[in-house]
């Protein structure tokens, strides 16, 4: 199968008055339709950075992205980007904040809201859709926030460390919630995270990037056993620790 997206020895630097800082150097890996990729690496060696870029925020200084949409269309995928912090504006109903993206986009189609509607139903927050995101749980302002986010129908979904603001209880049901709606979707995601558990639960394949300039160390595709197809219980999956162990591996080693 064609890759969505082929990076191809991409490279960055961020230039201040301080002088050059190389954030990412040669990094060359492919996303196929459909596919979850987890993106993993130590802090401040260029995750963000490499997300910028894939969502054309930043352009590469060397290296180029290409795109093989299914329908042969050389179109630049609609992004969607998922940040750490939710961003749900309080003076703004639940509603309000979830067509907010449609508002700005002049994308208010009653297909669009249509979609919308259906999807805070499914989400089971149909009811809270006049309440202020404050009197949300975490785990609903992140549904929420998704969302908002797909509510533009991107065709791309980039996650950049979605649930680090989370505590650790919470940050576990809301992550194999959120990657399961997402998965139904059928949509294609990349998601940055430094929790190793949590990649290999949510994604079908590991980049683990180098400490700064961020290099590509491996890709490990994962396989687990889904016990009544739940990522939480993919956590107890006999695949699991081997996985774990072998990204540890990979993600201490110098070379
Ligand atoms: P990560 O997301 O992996 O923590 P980033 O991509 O945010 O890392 O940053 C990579 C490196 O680039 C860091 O050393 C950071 O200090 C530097 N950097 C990030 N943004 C800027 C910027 N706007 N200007 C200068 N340096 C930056
Ligand atoms: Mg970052």
Redo the contacts with the bound molecule.
């Keep these: 199968m064609q890759n969505l997206l082929e990076l191809k020895n991409i490279s960055y630097s961020?230039?201040?008055l301080h002088g050059e800082?190389i954030?990412?150097k040669d990094i060359s890996f492919g996303i196929r339709e459909g596919e979850f990729v987890a993106v993993v690496?130590?802090?401040?060696?260029?995750?963000?950075?490499?997300?910028?870029i894939i969502a054309g925020l930043l352009e590469p200084e060397h290296g180029t992205i290409a795109v093989n949409n299914p329908d042969g269309s050389l179109a630049y995928p609609r992004i969607g980007y998922m940040l750490q912090h939710d961003y749900l504006f309080e003076w703004r109903s639940v509603y309000k904040n979830v067509i907010l993206g449609l508002e700005i986009n002049h994308m208010l189609t009653e297909e669009r809201t249509g979609y919308v509607n259906k999807l805070l139903k499914e989400y089971d927050l149909d009811k809270f859709r006049d309440k202020r995101p404050g009197e949300l749980s975490g785990g609903m302002k992140q549904r929420a926030a998704l969302i908002r986010t797909l509510a533009l129908d991107p065709g791309l979904l980039l996650l950049?460390?979605p649930f680090s603001a989370l505590d650790y209880q919470t940050r576990l049901m809301v992550s194999a919630d959120i990657c399961s709606l997402i998965r139904a979707t059928g949509k294609t995601m990349i998601i940055?995270t430094h929790d190793l558990s949590e990649a290999i639960s949510i994604a079908d394949r590991v980049i683990v990037?180098s400490g700064?300039p961020?290099r590509v160390k491996c890709e490990l595709p994962i396989k687990l056993t889904l016990k009544d197809n739940s990522l939480l219980a993919s956590r107890n999956a006999p695949e699991f620790n081997s996985y774990f162990n072998t990204l540890w591996e990979v993600l201490i080693s110098d070379e």
């Design positions: 961020y230039h201040t800082t954030a990412i690496g130590p802090s401040g060696c260029g995750k963000s950075t490499l997300l910028s950049d460390e940055v990037l700064r961020a």
